[in-house]
């Protein structure tokens, strides 16, 4: 059943509305565990519009082999998923920096704490994020290192390339997952693909995964395909590539790739003179997991990121 | 003065954003003053303008004490002001958000670290800022309450109020924040306005920093010496929110005092006219913030209102 989380009132004869989809099983007991996929918090990521879709229809499917509760939370950004703004439109806020939130807060802030009152109890959580406009993402699930024994063997049943575990940075207690994370519920933040589009083998790939967890964890006894074991970065160095110089992005990797330290994994072009500004070899020996796909570049901007160590 | 580029970073396509300081003075580093991080900052900028102009002034007198140098930043993000924009113009990120910054990282990274190498080193750092509620303000300073910092000295620049902030995870990525970690005494200071040009705040914001500094010791001025500042926690602030959305006419201003159940703004339904909504004012004090947009949705803020407090 399709449920609104929170509604607000829009200036002129609208309502912002956050809504989800709560399947429960056929019988329920009263004692089912309950996990909630929630995504668009970024109005320009949209792989995980794919991922609810393509999940729900698993489920309904087979919904008798459904044994938890599953709430569906395609857009907590719906304004800005409608009008392609990664932030929350009328503020140009980063949806993803005002959690927890505060009843007495300003509105965006009042909506974050309704939505983390709605998804605690959940039992598990998925936040499904698609990188940017600029990058494209391995499908990969990233930890913050303070939740790494609670969320690493989570992850490893998701189907995905890589867990990222990251060092923790005061800025990020504002997201979404660490929030969650800090009130227990074990929260999963998913990035893969790119902004702007689906890339459906990604979206696939996860719900087998999502599956996975759920059958694993006792919410599912469907069906489930060939799961795989991700790579895990700890005790792995990350080296990024960013450009020095400004111009065209030219990328000559893909992600995947297994490099040595110095391949060319792409050139920052200028097109005013016809030469090449910047080639953008690899730091370490590893494997491409981001890749820039937005070709204007300035100094700084990331080009790609490897991982090193034994990847093959 | 000295003008120069403190830091610069080529574009692709534009010209290069060059970031330009005018020093005063020269010895050691007693006071930075940057203005617009933002791109809609203008109020900032113009700030920083005619402050500038004044420490020209000054410094031609011989006003500046020996060994101090102040140094003004009057723009950082004016690759986003140039096209309208408030963040960075290529990927929306805040320059404000960035601090201390991190010369191999991501562009507004560099950029910010770029610039907070040149600032990071003075006594005294001072940040005409802006907040992202669309409204007016009582000028005031405000600090983080990092434990660093020094409310007296907030005193100095004899404006009305100084305001605490606690310090919140977002904020330790601004420059105010990073400032007090590089032990500068940082301060922020806000006028009553962002994207437009207020003459009188921005005037009394001038005033205010020219003070700070005859009191620091920096210059030789003279000037009324201003407010003995009221001290507010900003979370003692009440806030009054909007009942229900639509058309929003404010009936008084930030600086005013109010009594309990007074009309603040009223809520005009936006198809038929009716005045929908009367807001009321919830306790008896000087109102510190008002919103000033036409439209307004549910549960917005729209004042702030300092408790208990009269002219
Ligand atoms: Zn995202």
């Known amino acids: 059943m399709v449920e609104t989380v929170v509604a607000m009132k829009l200036p002129v004869d609208e309502k912002l509305r956050i809504k989800k989809q709560r399947v429960l099983p056929l019988a329920v007991t009263g004692n089912e565990k309950r996990i909630s996929i929630v995504t668009g918090t970024h109005g320009d990521e949209l792989e995980g519009q794919f991922v609810c879709y393509e999940l729900l229809r698993r489920i309904n499917e087979n919904i008798e082999c459904l044994k938890g509760i599953v709430d569906v939370y395609p857009a907590l950004n719906p304004l800005g998923v409608d009008s392609i703004s990664r932030g929350i439109p009328m503020f140009d806020l980063d949806m993803n920096r005002v959690f927890p939130g505060d009843e007495e807060g300003p509105m965006i802030e009042s909506l974050a704490k309704e939505i983390i009152d709605d998804l605690s109890g959940s039992d598990y959580c998925f936040d499904i994020h698609a990188s940017n406009i600029f990058l494209d993402e391995m499908p990969q699930i990233r930890i913050n290192e303070i939740s790494e024994k609670t969320l690493v063997p989570l992850a490893?049943?998701?189907?995905?390339?890589?867990?990222?575990?990251?060092?923790?940075?005061?800025?990020?207690?504002?997201?979404?997952?660490?929030?969650?994370?800090?009130?227990?519920?074990?929260?999963?933040?998913?990035?893969?693909?790119?902004?702007?589009?689906?890339?459906?083998?990604?979206?696939?790939?996860?719900?087998?995964g999502i599956l996975n967890l759920m059958k694993h964890e006792g919410l599912w006894d469907g069906p489930v395909?060939?799961?795989?074991?991700?790579?895990?970065?700890?005790?792995?160095?990350?080296?990024?590539?960013?450009?020095?110089?400004?111009?065209?992005?030219?990328?000559?990797?893909?992600?995947?790739?297994?490099?040595?330290?110095?391949?060319?994994?792409?050139?920052?072009?200028?097109?005013?003179s016809g030469e090449i500004a910047e080639k953008i070899k690899s730091p370490i020996d590893g494997m491409v997991f981001t890749r820039r796909e937005y070709p204007v570049?300035?100094?700084?901007?990331?080009?790609?990121?490897?991982?090193?160590?034994?990847?093959s | 003065m000295r003008k120069e580029v403190i830091y610069s970073l080529p574009s692709p396509y534009r010209d290069d954003l060059k970031v330009t300081g005018y020093r005063f003075g020269s010895g050691k580093k007693s006071a930075c003053i940057v203005g617009?991080?933002?791109?809609?900052?203008?109020?900032?900028?113009?700030?920083?303008?005619?402050?500038?102009?004044?420490?020209?002034?000054?410094?031609?007198?011989?006003?500046?004490?020996?060994?101090?140098?102040?140094?003004?930043?009057?723009?950082?993000?004016?690759?986003?002001?140039?096209?309208?924009?408030?963040?960075?113009?290529?990927?929306?990120?805040?320059?404000?958000?960035?601090f201390p910054g991190y010369d191999e990282g991501e562009t507004t990274q560099r950029i910010a670290g770029g610039v907070f190498e040149q600032i990071k080193d003075y006594s005294y750092g001072i940040q005409f800022a802006s907040f992202y509620m669309p409204g007016d303000f009582i000028p005031h300073v405000r600090m983080m309450e990092t434990g660093k910092q020094n409310?007296?000295?907030a005193n100095l620049f004899g404006l009305p109020y100084v305001v605490l902030r606690k310090v919140r995870p977002i904020d330790t990525t601004t420059l105010n924040y990073n400032w007090q970690m590089w032990d500068c005494n940082a301060f922020s200071l806000y006028t009553s306005k962002t994207d437009k040009i207020d003459e009188i705040s921005a005037k009394q914001a001038v005033a205010a920093v020219l003070r700070f500094l005859m009191r620091m010791g920096v210059i030789r001025y003279n000037s009324h010496s201003g407010y003995i500042a009221t001290i507010i926690e900003e979370s003692d602030l009440?806030?009054?929110?909007?009942?229900?959305?639509?058309?929003?006419?404010?009936?008084?201003?930030?600086?005013?005092?109010?009594?309990?159940?007074?009309?603040?703004?009223?809520?005009?339904?936006?198809?038929?006219?009716?005045?929908?909504v009367t807001i009321l004012s919830p306790c008896d004090g000087i109102i510190f913030f008002s919103h000033e947009k036409p439209l307004v949705t549910e549960h917005e803020i729209v004042f702030k209102i300092i408790k208990r407090l009269h002219e």
């Open chain 1, 225 to 272: 395909g060939e799961v795989k074991m991700p790579i895990i970065s700890s005790d792995r160095a990350v080296g990024y590539m960013n450009s020095n110089t400004s111009g065209i992005y030219v990328p000559e990797c893909q992600n995947g790739d297994i490099v040595k330290e110095g391949d060319v994994l792409g050139n920052v072009l200028d097109p005013l």
């Open chain 1, 156 to 208: 490893k049943l998701t189907n995905i390339d890589l867990v990222w575990v990251h060092a923790s940075a005061t800025v990020l207690e504002s997201t979404l997952a660490y929030s969650l994370n800090s009130i227990g519920v074990p929260t999963l933040v998913v990035e893969m693909g790119v902004g702007m589009r689906i890339t459906r083998k990604y979206g696939y790939q996860l719900v087998e």
């Open chain 1, 297 to 311: 570049v300035y100094g700084g901007s990331l080009l790609g990121r490897v991982l090193g160590g034994e990847t």
């Open chain 2, 238 to 276: 009440a806030v009054v929110r909007t009942g229900t959305s639509g058309i929003y006419r404010r009936l008084r201003f930030a600086g005013e005092e109010v009594c309990m159940g007074d009309p603040l703004a009223e809520i005009t339904h936006p198809y038929e006219g009716n005045v929908i």
């Open chain 2, 36 to 98: 617009a991080i933002r791109g809609n900052e203008i109020q900032q900028l113009y700030v920083c303008s005619q402050l500038i102009k004044k420490l020209t002034e000054l410094e031609e007198k011989g006003a500046i004490v020996s060994e101090h140098e102040i140094m003004v930043v009057p723009s950082i993000g004016h690759h986003s002001t140039n096209i309208g924009k408030r963040f960075w113009s290529v990927d929306n990120t805040d320059i404000n958000r960035m």
């Open chain 2, 151 to 153: 409310t007296s000295l």
